[in-house]
């Protein structure tokens, strides 16, 4: 629902796939057996500089947790988790780096 006219007409609009970090936090602690081999990993809000007002729920990945930091641009890869799922991570955009 449109939290200014409470309209419930939605559509699926294709976000950019380049993205700034907003927010972020370092999960230490595996509260799953599952991302035990992850730790630790980077769970960040990020924004779309040119999608104003929408941001998504991702991980920050390639990079050291200690060298994320607020404001950084960052660039859409998809994880090929299986059984045909994706999901949406997000990587320093300037990295020279491989997939995960
Ligand atoms: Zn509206």
Redesign the pocket.
Known sequence: M?F??Q?CETNYVEAPSEARVYSYTVVRHASHPAVEKMLPYVVAVVDFPDMPGVRLITNLTDIDSKKVSIGMRCTLWWDDIGDGMFLPRFRPLDAVTSAA
Request: charged fraction near 0%.
């Open positions: 449109c200014a006219c309209s």
